[in-house]
């Protein structure tokens, strides 16, 4: 338990830097899915970056004061509550195995929490997150301003306690990044698994049965997200989500999908034939992407910014585009037109990557460092501990004026990267991406 005291500690610091005050970080609640069954509960990732706590119905309370302190609201143990939904910790032994100075009922909370913002200059809380934790938080300044007259002031100030964790978040320990790395190795086993099993007459929720076994099979807890398993012009929506549609012979299969494991998150895409073998316009596109990536991967380093491999893999997918005749050079111009107008956008319309981690979308923000008056914030620059993926792509839908042999073939290719000190080190490398390598897995 360790990372998660110093992760407590140290935003406590920042706390401390801005005059202090009391932190109120919730878990997530349990959401029912029909009458008398819940969702699959999963915790909060901003709860669980300070606690490792995967119990509902608790809420993390940090005092940056003249005595710092950490204390953890929970569930009060349970042994009738136990028989039917499993172990519960309870207020003292999860202070013992989770490393807080103070623990209490959760039920408590309503009666500890205006003693505890008593005097406190500031409340670091995320409102609008959980709407009834912030009922409950005007309830607490109320009972504290009740105190008026006894010479008790009610915290001032109001600061998202968010934009703090967001920064911790993004750069990744070396515990997170071995949990990461793991996460991406069964995610790769399972892309495996669903080329090697594929063939036409399959349906897509057969593939993602695969994906699913292999995720489970290795111990991870559930997929990061919806699962995307998208069969021949399917592969042309974005968010399409695994159905019953049939692999036929001569269309591509894309799936993006990839597993959580201990709380983070993988993120893969891979593109393949049902078949086993590409035709001859499925690989001149898919070249196109596999090269475009690499041109992504080659700026993704210390130093260079969070768009920069955007920019590299969107000049070389639109120099393709004019290439292959998918845009008219006499309409659209030079490389550089295409650039400018933004006209590649009707083939590839989505960003490069995204932060990674805890969610699969993860927490961060992409513009970081003062802006002149008129101009938006910069870039943020990378650095060594970040994480995020690198996934172009080319979709082409059946339109006038483009050729036909590239209609409904949708082609995405992503990676997660980890930034090193002296470039990037992809996690999801052993799932295959060359055509080579692809058709050999398959033809096995």
Known sequence: MASYAERRAKLIAQMQAKGGGVAIIPTAPEVPRNRDSDFPYRHDSYFYYLSGFTEPEAVIVLVAGKTNRSILFCREKNLEREIWDGYRYGPEAAREAFGFDEAYPIAALDTEMPKLMADAPAVFHSLGAYP??????????????????????????????????????????????AIMRRAAEISSEAHRRAMQVSRPG???????????????????????????????????????????????????VLIDAGCELDGYASDITRTFPANGKFTGPQRELYELVLASQQAAVEVTRP?????????????????????????????????????????????????????????????????????????????????????????????????????????????????????????????????????????????Q
Not at 144 to 168: I, K, N
Request: proline share 4%.
């Open 132 to 177: 009834k934790l912030d009922a409950q938080l005007q309830n607490w300044m109320a009972a504290v301003r009740m105190q008026a007259r006894a010479g008790v002031s009610a915290p001032s100030l109001l600061q998202d306690v968010h934009v703090f964790l967001d920064e911790m978040r993004l750069i990744k320990d070396e515990s997170e990044i």
């Open 303 to 443: 130093g260079k910014t969070f768009i920069d491999g955007h920019d590299a893999a969107t000049r070389v997918l639109a120099q393709g585009m004019l290439d292959t005749g998918l845009l008219d050079k006499n309409k659209v111009g030079t490389l550089d037109d295409v650039i400018a107008s933004g006209a590649y956008r009707q083939f590839y319309m989505h960003r490069t990557g995204h932060w990674l981690g805890m969610d699969v979308h993860d927490c961060g923000e992409y513009r970081a460092g003062n802006a002149k008056p008129g101009e938006e914030k910069p870039w943020r620059a990378l650095q060594p501990g970040m994480v995020l993926t690198i996934e172009p792509g080319i979709y082409v839908r059946p339109e006038p004026g483009v050729p036909e042999q590239y209609w409904n073939i949708g082609i995405r290719i992503e990676d997660d990267a980890l930034v090193t000190a002296n470039g990037c080190d992809l996690l999801t490398k052993d799932a295959p991406k060359t055509v080579a390598d692809i058709e050999a897995l398959m033809k």
């Open 202 to 252: 399959l349906r897509e929720y057969h593939l993602e049965a695969e994906l699913l076994y292999e995720f489970r099979r290795n111990g991870s807890q559930f997929p990061a997200y919806g699962s995307i398993v998208a069969t021949g012009a399917n592969a042309c929506v974005l968010h399409y989500r695994a159905s019953d549609a049939e692999l036929k012979d001569g269309d591509l």
